[in-house]
T-cell receptor, first 113, second 115 residues
Framework: SQELEQSPQSLIVQEGKNLTINCTSS?????LYWYKQKYGEGLIFLMM?????EEKSHEKITAKLDEKKQQSSLHITASQPSHAGIYLC?????????????FGGGTRVLVKP | EAQVTQNPRYLITVTGKKLTVTCSQN?????MSWYRQDPGLGLRQIYY???????DKGDVPEGYKVSRKEKRNFPLILESPSPNQTSLYFC??????????????FGDGTRLSIL
């Protein structure tokens, strides 16, 4: 089955500093999604990556998918308190898999003012 | 406003008492899914539905039932809840069954406690 490893599991960053979260798969990914979750609340969709080498940005968040489509990174520039939360990567292992998303364990981000 | 709505948001109940968590989406999405989220285990898929009257098991379907009689609704049924079903549950929907084209939109979650 699809395994997604996220690292680090948690991190504390000073406000204004950059941070990077990684998501690694044991298999080639068909689609890779990044979500943000505030504790105990729903998941907010951030970005979707499909093509090898693809990179997308929204405000201060940039996500990349490597050429082999087995690793993705999420980078936040000049972090703010609003960036605090749990970041989850989700992936579809193969096409037409019934949209069976597998999720990584999450990365808990705390931004210190 | 496009959204996925779950009810109830919180529920404390006792072992064996049947319960239903409702999920409704107003985006005319074909695909709907249920997940549970547990500490250390992350999000795991329970059941999903590609369209009306089409449902299939996810990774952890034991102890759950679903139905998809209408496009907008996808209730999760626990016929005889047990304490190991205490968890945070999420409903999600997307168009075209996903397939990497459209992201899943999630509800705000239902926190179930089974005593």
């Amino acid at each position: 089955s699809q395994e997604l490893e996220q690292s680090p599991q948690s991190l504390i960053v000073q406000e204004g500093k950059n941070l990077t979260i990684n998501c690694t798969s044991s298999k080639t990914l068909y689609g890779l999604y990044w979500y943000k979750q505030k504790y105990g609340e729903g998941l907010i969709f951030l970005m979707m990556l499909q093509k090898g080498g693809e990179e997308k940005s929204h405000e201060k968040i940039t996500a990349k998918l490597d050429e082999k489509k087995q690793q993705s990174s999420l980078h936040i520039t000049a972090s703010q308190p609003s960036h605090a939360g749990i970041y989850l990567c989700g992936a579809e292992p193969i096409k037409a898999a019934g949209n069976k998303l597998t999720f990584g364990g999450g990365t808990r981000v705390l931004v210190k003012p | 406003e496009a959204q996925v709505t779950q009810n109830p948001r919180y529920l404390i109940t006792v072992t064996g008492k049947k319960l239903t968590v409702t999920c409704s989406q107003n985006m005319n999405h074909e695909y709907m899914s249920w997940y549970r989220q547990d500490p250390g285990l992350g999000l795991r898929q329970i059941y999903y539905s590609m369209n009306v009257e089409v449902t299939d098991k996810g990774d952890v379907p034991e102890g759950y039932k679903v139905s998809r009689k209408e496009k907008r609704n996808f209730p999760l049924i626990l016929e005889s809840p047990s304490p190991n079903q205490t968890s945070l549950y999420f409903c999600a929907s997307s168009s075209q069954g996903g397939l990497g084209n459209q992201p899943q939109h999630f509800g705000d979650g239902t926190r179930l406690s089974i005593l």
